[in-house]
């Protein structure tokens, strides 16, 4: 059982000719295993900050992250040890491989830094890993990225993600850059492999749908702060803030539309 | 409703690459005067090659080998597009017919202002309008789609997301064509602007009563916004009928495959957590 705790976090950038940005002001909440958060809010609501800030490529103004109780490391090899128990899926898979490398690369540089089973069964592993992502791993292994569809791609991205057999995933936007018949695919593979390892998940998104469908608990950023904090019914179906409401409306949703242009006749 | 605009009869495309691909086969359909057409389906189904291929948009190894297509002006006069020749070609497209590309920051050139990249569209469509007419124009524009005439001198990269679209939209608007070609013109911005946008086409499309076709993938949001949607797989339309026939009556598999690949926003989940 591991848990993050985000306690007043506070993250200020000082722009040139604007002075200072406040990216996050006073976001606190917990993200602990076994459970998944969505993290929802319009672009430039400091969605992906969050992310920065769990990772510690960013670090916060103000406030603290702990992790189990204890400040998360800062540096050496304390903080390698953090990220390899927290890992991230990043949007756009066209991005995040290295087009130079073969998948295969891709996937044994974390197994072989984070030491997680021994050098001879590295093999192994990556084979059981891209298996897992549901990819034909003796197909895919020895090609590079671009021979690789996107649907493929954030596989591989989230195989390499789990290679170290992390308790924590923040998965920023991760289908985004998919097309909308591969998305649920690659949302219910990551859905099953939370459930199974039992991991905790945080998925940053703008889809409310799909936040809603595959998270247990939602929180709505607003210019940086926390506007909702609840469960995913609760947050969708009776969202108690304004900006709430502002995003639901503005999600496509034809069940409610026919309702409506029917004039509730139906 | 019965008023036809373009009419597409049996119209295929095929890439003749080493090994031939069919992208649009024996496509026929019809676009009818003010109505938004949607045309749904996945990567790589076609359907940007068919609202291309239409306006003859598409270079080769893409060839036309059959079909016709017919534009029914709002003057009466039909043409039949594929025998126009390229002068006549060049004055049709954008007069008639404009387009609103998707991804508005790859569609804008960067190191020119939008109100030059807005003049444009005049200098090479409307050759005899002054140059003070072309700025009063350009401002116009700019005022119609809400961005205002101020912003004309700025460049694409000092506009945010919605605005390029707008700007996008502006060009789309121009020499006040009578169908407008969306593709896929929402997809890369947030919802709350997304929905922005989709306020603007509407609030045009009543101005000047354009007609849309509007390619997507988003099936949830065509269902709001079209009268009627096209579902195209593998280059062929499998179903075409009103919006909300598609939602509530769906006749084909296929369809009723892409409507469940959406989780719904406010209904009950289908699975459980």
Redesign the interface.
Known sequence: MTSIDVRGVWKTYRVRGAGAVDALQDVSFTLSSGQTIGMVG??GSGKSTVAKILTQMERPTRGQVLVDGRPVPSRGAALRAYRQQLRMVFQDPFASLNPYHSIRHHIERPLALSGVVPREQIEAEVHRLLARVQLDAGAVVDRRPHELSGGQRQRVAIARALAPRPALLVADEPVSML???L??GVLSLL?DIQAQDGLGVLYIT?????A???S?EIIVLNQGRIVEHGSA?EV??RPRHPYTR?????????????AD?AGGAR | MSDPLLSVRDFSVRYETAAPVDAVRDVSLTVHRGEVLGLAGESGCGKTTLAYGVQRLLKPPAVIPGGSVTWHDADGSDTDLLALDPDALRAFRWDKVSMVFQGAMSALNPVATVGAQLADVFEVHRPAMSRSARTAAVGELLEIVKVGAARSRSYPHELSGGMRQRIMIAMALALRPQLVVMDEPTTALDVLVQREILREITRLREAFGFSVVFITHDLPLLLEISDRIAIMRAGRIVEIDTAANIWFRPRHDYTRTLLSSFPRLTAERKVAR
């Open positions: 319009q672009s097309d909308v018949s998305r649920m859905s703008h889809d409310l749908a799909t809603r469908y595959f247990d019914d969708i179906l502002e995003l639901r409306e503005a999600s496509p949703d034809p069940e409610r539309f026919f242009s």
